[in-house]
């Protein structure tokens, strides 16, 4: 089955500082990978995706991510923390083939410090 | 484009009432169809997903129960609430086809009193 770990429930860093977010997954199958964003009190919103070709994937906001396979990692960064940054971040990966699920991470709080 | 509606945004509810949450989904045809629940610093629990009309999985047992009565709407019922059903409800979609990306509507924020 697959599975996502999102290291560190609460990342806290200072405005202007970079940002970096961990997430590694395990999957049976090549895996299709998300990085979503919540903000207090709202739906998940989609800030980047891998799914096939280039392994450094730009989204919105000025975050990246990078697959890295022989890592099983998809870390998310970005290089100057704003203060609109501070919300949970959501880790996932598609649930296996022929599946239409994603199977998520249990979520990274961010917080900027002014 | 297509868009997902939640309501009610929240509601606030006694023990042992009856719950129903809707959610639809405007400009796709035949999507899957996803509820969701996030507890209190517990990230999102797949409650229930929905492949087409009438045709229900459940994840979790649990005291609640998910229909599909037309293709484009998915409601979430309870007959008795349990504070324990306290949380943050999403649902969600995604097409058929397509590399998984679910798009997620506002949310309804129940409290079980």
């Known amino acids: 089955a697959q599975s996502v770990t999102q290291l560190g429930s609460h990342v806290s860093v200072s405005e202007g500082a970079l940002v970096l977010l961990r997430c590694n997954y395990s999957s049976s199958v090549p895996p299709y990978l998300f990085w979503y964003v919540q903000y207090p009190n709202q739906g998940l919103q989609l800030l980047l995706k891998y799914t096939t070709g280039a392994t450094l994937v730009k989204g919105i906001n000025g975050f990246e991510a990078e697959f890295k396979k022989s890592e099983t990692s998809f870390h998310l960064t970005k290089p100057s923390a704003h203060m609109s940054d501070a919300a949970e971040y959501f880790c996932?990966?598609?649930?296996?083939?022929?599946?239409?699920?994603?199977?998520f991470g249990k979520g990274t709080k961010l917080s900027v410090i002014p | 484009s297509q868009t997902i509606h939640q309501w009610p945004a929240t509601l606030v509810q006694p023990v042992g009432s009856p719950l129903s949450l809707e959610c639809t989904v405007e400009g796709t045809s035949n999507p899957n169809l996803y509820w969701y629940r996030q507890a209190a610093g517990r990230g999102l629990q797949l409650l229930f997903y929905s492949v087409g009309i009438g045709q229900i999985s459940s994840e979790v047992p649990q005291n609640l129960s998910a229909s599909r009565p037309q293709d484009r709407q998915f409601i979430l019922s309870s007959k008795k609430l349990l504070l324990s059903d306290s949380g943050f409800y999403l649902c969600?979609?995604?097409?058929?086809?397509?590399?998984?990306?679910?798009?997620f509507g506002p949310g309804t924020r129940l409290t079980v009193l």
């Open positions: 996932a990966v598609r649930a296996g083939a022929g599946s239409y699920q994603l199977t």
């Open positions: 969600a979609w995604n097409p058929w086809t397509g590399d998984n990306e679910q798009f």
